[in-house]
């Protein structure tokens, strides 16, 4: 059996921070993902509002990292869950168990500054931007110093096969 999901979308607040009672963290966070096709009538787009869960490791990395109106990538699963409500009621809730998060947008495009790439990967957190250490230009060398980001190819690989 299979129950995967992946949903893109902006987060309608900020992420919450709460512990179990053993200390596991625990965050829980709303999506506000646009369907794909616009409405007939009114030539717009619904937007679905989906109740995200994410826990341990991947719970601190969201509420550290992502802040209300910041665009994310959820994978994980889809989980029902039955509840009672404060008058005795029988309810149901749907919510996606968060297994890893990614930005969907860059830094600067959500809060201003530089781009990068962050995600949770096996419930901990990583980071594929370029350390300080790593040259940014695969070994060629810094841009020129005219501000084009293009550098100019010194070496040379060979006949290429087209």
């Not at 607040?13 to 596991?24: I, K, V, W």
């Not at 829980?28 to 490791?57: H, N, P, Y």
């Not at 994980?76 to 409500?85: F, S, V």
């Amino acid at each position: 059996m299979l129950n995967k999901i992946f949903i893109m979308g902006r987060l309608t607040r900020d992420p919450e921070l709460r512990r179990t009672q053993t200390g596991t963290p625990v965050a829980s966070f709303s999506l506000a993902v646009d369907r794909d096709f616009k409405d007939k009538a009114t030539g717009e787009r619904t937007t679905d509002f989906i109740d995200v869960v994410a826990w341990r490791q991947t719970a601190e990395f969201v509420c550290r990292y992502f802040a209300k109106g910041r665009m994310a990538v959820v994978e994980g699963r889809l989980q029902i869950r039955d509840w009672t409500d404060k008058e005795g009621g029988k309810r149901r809730s749907a919510e996606v168990i968060a297994d890893n998060i990614y930005f969907g947008d860059s830094k600067r495009d959500g809060e201003g500054g530089g781009s990068y790439s962050t995600g949770s990967h096996q419930g901990g957190s990583y980071n594929n931007a370029l350390s300080a250490s790593t040259d940014p230009f695969g070994g060629y060398g810094a841009p020129p110093a005219d501000g084009d980001q293009f550098a100019e190819l010194t070496t040379d690989d060979g006949d290429l096969p087209f």
